[in-house]
């Protein structure tokens, strides 16, 4: 049976899933294809950030993935005799939600693909292999291995490190992969019980130990050059790896036992034509970072919203241009940054481990505590793609400050009210998508009839933020069309985030990036350049 839909996405794993959703959201006609016939239900990932579990939130997700998830997961980075090195415990909510949390990622993926059935324009066809694909002038062609059909005006290609679309398009996958392999031991009952992560930097052999939810425990050991396969399925050999760990390794209720390879790969290109490549197939990194998941996350929500965009007509192909455009400087930089952590602690040269510890010991109060809060973890950050950067503006009524310009990275969620005072996170207070936020004021004064009616297109939501001392003022006088939202004061509150800052309004993108800042009374030209940048309009 041949089908026909917007954008067809290859592989119904957590990249392909989440866009999936949020192109759902938009009515966007999507279909999931998925060569097996259900979802693979071993954990590969086990740790999810704050910036994928505000897109879970935008996505309508969250509360589903949450009871999925522990909560602020501490890692101990230790060396061969238990000392610790460096600690990762970042305690921030700038985007809303903890920053590091342990995860079981097939529970999570079951939330995401039930998550479909909301959405009438989005389906997922099982045991369905892409066996070939043709570029048309308005769309592609996707052959499956049963003979059918799907024809697409665009194609993700989802489908992990191994893609078939990417070899298929001759896409170079540089970088590199390392000679030995690794083993991944997950185990129910954790014989443990502690709920933090431990990645031992071991020259005799590297490990890691992770508290998962719902009391399962992974390990993961390198495997040396003369070890492999066999090795993993007897368990004399896994038991002699767990026995520093455990009183009885025997006595343990083993879940799966895998072997897996180190790679720290990035595709040559992101787009060919109407085919699109994200999550591993287009990066791979070292799982010592934490944050092949999540990258591939950060995919779906680049490209989702700019998908939805050109498919309803509100912006031509040209914006597509601009998920590579943003997302390979940050899928660089977080492989270079996970390759590096992966060498320092898969290091089996006692001298090298040595000169680590050395430089570990002497690390000042300043360097540990920016290690503890993960400040070695890059934040996007876009110079080009749907992004204006504005002076910064020349006023007697500005203090002078050295201020760096945000636009082009993300704006934070803070905790605010609705316009009747229910507290809530800032996405939920405001609503999602575009959206333009004025400091104390109302935006539409700012606004030509012109530019109002681009955003009405759009959709965009005109934020007006005021103090909650101020919400019933604000509540009764707010023009049509407006949202209302109190600001709750505090050091993390939108109030000190305007104050830091020359700048009384913001333009949000739908994936929460800053798309311009500046004064209110540059917000209709400010607006203008955005739309113009992403719309052409």
């Not at 994928?52 to 993935?65: F, H, I, K």
């Not at 760990?245 to 343990?252: E, F, N, Q």
């Not at 360097?367 to 002076?391: I, L, M, S, Y």
Request: aromatic share 6%.
């Amino acid at each position: 049976m041949n089908k026909v839909c917007d954008v067809l996405v290859v592989g119904a794993g957590p990249v392909g899933l989440t866009l999936a959703n949020l192109l759902g959201q938009q009515g966007v006609d999507v279909l999931v294809v998925e060569r097996e016939h259900d979802l693979i239900d071993y954990p590969r990932a086990v740790g999810i950030d704050d910036e994928a579990l505000r897109a879970m939130q935008t996505a309508g997700l969250v509360d589903e993935v949450l009871p999925h998830t522990i909560p602020d997961q501490k890692i101990y980075m230790i060396n061969g005799d238990g000392a610790i090195l460096s600690e990762v415990n970042p305690t921030t909510r700038e985007f809303g939600w903890p920053r590091r949390n342990g995860f079981v990622q097939p529970l999570v993926d079951r939330v995401l693909l039930a998550g479909l059935d909301r959405f009438p324009s989005a389906a997922v066809r099982f045991g369905a292999e892409v066996v070939d694909l043709a570029e048309e002038d308005d769309g592609v062609v996707a052959a499956l291995a049963d003979g059918s059909a799907v024809r697409a005006r665009y194609v993700v290609a989802a489908e992990g490190g191994s893609s078939p679309t990417r070899k298929r398009l001759g896409i170079s996958f540089e970088g590199e992969t390392r000679p030995t392999d690794g083993i991944v031991i997950d185990v129910a009952n954790d014989p443990i019980g502690t709920p933090h992560a431990v990645f031992g930097g071991d020259p005799a052999r590297s490990y890691a130990s992770i508290a998962l939810p719902h009391g399962i425990r992974r390990w993961e050991f390198t495997l040396f050059e003369d070890e492999g396969e066999a090795d993993v399925e007897d368990d004399a050999f896994v038991f002699g790896l767990l026995a520093p760990h455990v009183p009885d390794p025997s006595k343990l209720d083993i879940i799966r036992r895998r072997v897996y390879r180190h790679h720290a790969r990035i595709a040559g290109r992101f787009r060919h034509g109407r085919i699109f490549l994200a999550g591993d197939a287009a990066h791979v990194m070292p799982v010592v970072g934490g944050q092949g998941w999540n990258s591939g996350i950060r995919d779906a929500f680049n490209l989702g919203w700019k998908l939805a965009a050109v498919v309803k007509g509100l912006s031509a192909d040209g914006l597509l241009d601009t998920y590579e455009t943003e997302r390979l400087g940050h899928v660089t930089q977080m492989v270079a940054v996970s390759l590096r952590m992966a060498k320092e602690m898969t290091d089996h040269d006692p001298e090298k481990a040595a000169e680590r510890d050395r430089i570990a010991a002497a690390r000042t109060p300043e360097e540990r505590e920016a290690q503890k809060r993960q400040a070695f973890k890059p934040q996007p950050k876009f110079d080009r793609g749907v992004v204006v950067h504005t002076p910064l503006p020349v006023s007697k009524s500005l203090p002078v400050r050295d201020v760096a310009r945000l636009a082009g990275t993300i704006f934070p969620q803070p905790r605010a009210t609705d316009a009747e005072g229910a507290e809530m996170l800032l996405d939920d207070a405001t609503g999602q998508g575009w959206r333009i936020l004025a400091w104390n004021n109302d935006p539409t004064a700012f606004l030509s009839a012109e530019r109002r009616a681009a955003l009405d297109r759009l959709g965009a939501r005109l934020v007006q933020v005021v103090p909650t001392a101020q919400l019933p003022w604000a509540r009764e006088r707010a023009a049509a069309g407006v949202t209302v939202v109190g600001d709750l004061g505090g050091e993390r509150s939108l109030q000190a985030w305007f104050d830091a800052r020359p700048v009384g309004a913001v333009v949000l993108r739908p994936d929460h990036v800053i798309a311009a800042e500046c004064l209110t009374q540059e917000l209709d030209d400010v607006v203008g350049r955005v739309l113009e940048a992403a719309f052409a309009v």
